[in-house]
C-alpha cells in the first residue's frame, strides 16, 4: 500500500512571478482546469492583495475548478488576509496560505525584529486565518537557511494555532539534498504534535537540486510538494511537477505515489510553454523535445531490439504519442476542435472559425500542423487590442550585399511608412521600426526557436527590450523569421507603460 503524496501547483502564482510570462486571466482559467484534469490537490491561484488581476484570478479560477483545493497566498498581515478570503469566496474547497521569513537574516534586514516577534506575528496570523477557513498553510520563509531549532519552534507555535499545513521554503535554492532531508527528518523527529499537520516542501531550483531536495524531504516524512509545470518560476525556477511525479512512478520501491494521471502531462507542458511564451529547454527531463531521442548508434540499436535496454520510461505513459494524428489543409474544423479540446482547450464557435481560417492558412505553408502550431493559433488572438501593428514588411538579404527593410505600421488607426539598411534582414526591419517609434529603447535579449523540425516550420521568437529602466517581453511567431522577430519587438513596444 502506498502512501499518498500531495501535490500543490504553484504554475499560477510562483511560476507566473516570471518575468513576461504573465497570464490574463482567461488564460490562468485555462491553465487551472488543465492543471484539475492532470490530478493535482492544490491550485495555487495567486497573490490577491498583490494585484486587481491577481484578485480576479482567484475569484474566476475558484468558480471555474471543482476538485482542487485552491489556495491564495498573504503576508503575516491581516489586510493580505481579508483580501485572500473575499477572493476565495466561490471555492468548493478553500486554502489561506501565510507566512513571514524567519531566517536569522530575514528577520534582521527585512523585518527588523527579533525571532520571539516573528514567532508571535507567524501565530496571529495562523489565527487570523482561521477565522476564515479551515485549512491554513504556514510559510517559512528561507526555511532552507533557518537554523533548525528555531525552525522546529515555529513550526510547533504555528500548529498548535492550527495550521493544517507548515511549508519549510528553500527560498533561494540554498540547501544540499542531505541537508533539506535532514532538516525535514529534524522537524518530524523534534515538533510536538507534528502529526496534526502535513509537511510540505517548496524547493527553488537556483543551484540545479530543487527535484533532488524535494523528494529527499519526502523520504524523510513531507507530504506535499510545491511544484509548477515545467520547473518554472523566477530566477531558475521552482522543482518540476513533471520530474517528481515520474520519479515516484518509476521508483515503485519508494511506495509514495500520487493523484497525477501522467498522460496529461506533456499536453500540460505544451500548454504552459505556450500560453507564458517559455520556451522548454530541449533536454529538459521528461518535456524536453530530446527527452526520448536516442541519437547514438549503440542506443538506438538497443531501443529498436527492446526499448527497456535505454528507456527507462515509456513517452506514452507522459502523453507523448508519435503516433497522434497531424492535422493537415485537408483537416476539417472537428478535427481542429477535438485536437484542440485533447490540448486542454475549448472555444467559441466564433473563434473556432477565426482560428481554423488561420489554421488553413498556415496550412498552406506548412504540410503537418503539431500540437504546437495549433497553441500558437488558439494564442494569436492575444494581440487584438494591440495599438501599433504590422501591416506589411518586405526584405532583401543576401551574402555581399547589405539587407534592406521596408515596412508598414497601422498606430491606432494611422498608417506609418519607413525603410532601413542593416547588417541582416532583423536589424534592418527593427532599424525601420525604430524610424517609426523614435524612443530610447535597447533590445537586450533575442531568442529564435523552431517550433518542432523542417524548413517550412513556424520559428518562436522572444525578445526582451529595455525602455525608460523597465524591461518589456515581447513574443512573435511566423513562418517568415523576420516577421515573427518584428512582431516581437512591436509586442514589447505594445506594452510600453507611457
Ligand atoms: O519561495 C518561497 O519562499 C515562496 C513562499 C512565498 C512560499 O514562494
Ligand atoms: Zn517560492
Sequence with gaps: MSDRLFIFDTTLRDGEQVPGCQL???????????????????????????????????????????????????????????????????????????????????????????????????????????????????????????????????????????????????????????????????????????????????????????????????????????????????RAGNTSLEEVAMILRCHHDIHIDTNINTQKIYPTSRMVSSLMNMPVQPNKAIVGRNAFAHSSGIHQDGVLKNAQTYEIIDPKDVGIDDNAIVLTARSGRAALKHRLHVLGVEMTQEKLDKVYEDFLKLADKKKDITDDDILVLAGADRNVNHHIKLEYLQVTSGVGVRSVASLGLNISGEHFEAAATGNGPVDAAIKAVKQIIKRQMTLKEFTIQAISKGSDDVGKVHMQVEYDGQMYYGFGANTDIIAASVEAYIDCINKFRK
Design 24 to 234: 490574463n486571466t482567461v488564460e490562468k482559467i485555462q491553465v487551472a482546469k488543465q492543471l484539475e484534469a492532470l490530478g493535482v490537490d492544490v491550485i495555487e491561484a495567486g497573490f490577491p492583495i498583490s494585484s486587481p488581476g491577481d484578485f480576479n484570478s482567484v475569484i474566476e479560477i475558484s468558480k471555474a475548478v471543482t476538485w482542487p483545493t485552491i489556495c491564495a497566498l498573504t503576508r503575516a498581515v491581516q489586510k493580505d488576509i481579508d483580501v485572500a478570503a473575499e477572493a476565495l469566496q466561490y471555492a468548493k474547497h478553500k486554502r489561506i496560505h501565510t507566512g513571514i521569513g524567519t531566517s536569522d537574516s530575514h528577520i534582521k534586514y527585512k523585518f527588523n525584529s527579533t525571532r520571539e516577534e516573528i514567532i508571535e506575528r507567524a501565530v496571529s496570523a495562523v489565527k487570523y486565518a482561521k477565522r476564515y477557513v479551515e485549512d491554513v498553510e504556514f510559510y517559512a520563509e528561507d526555511a532552507g537557511r533557518t537554523e533548525n531549532e528555531y525552525l522546529a519552534r515555529v513550526v510547533e507555535a504555528v500548529i498548535k494555532a492550527g495550521a493544517t499545513v507548515v511549508n519549510i521554503p528553500d527560498t533561494t535554492g540554498y540547501c544540499l539534498p542531505d541537508e533539506y532531508g535532514a532538516k525535514i527528518k529534524y522537524l518530524m523527529e523534534h515538533v510536538d504534535g507534528i502529526d496534526k499537520a502535513i509537511i510540505s516542501t517548496h524547493c527553488h531550483n537556483d543551484l540545479g537540486m530543487a527535484t533532488a531536495n524535494t523528494i529527499s524531504g519526502v523520504l524523510n516524512g513531507a507530504r506535499q510538494v510545491e511544484v509548477t509545470i515545467n520547473g518554472i518560476g523566477e
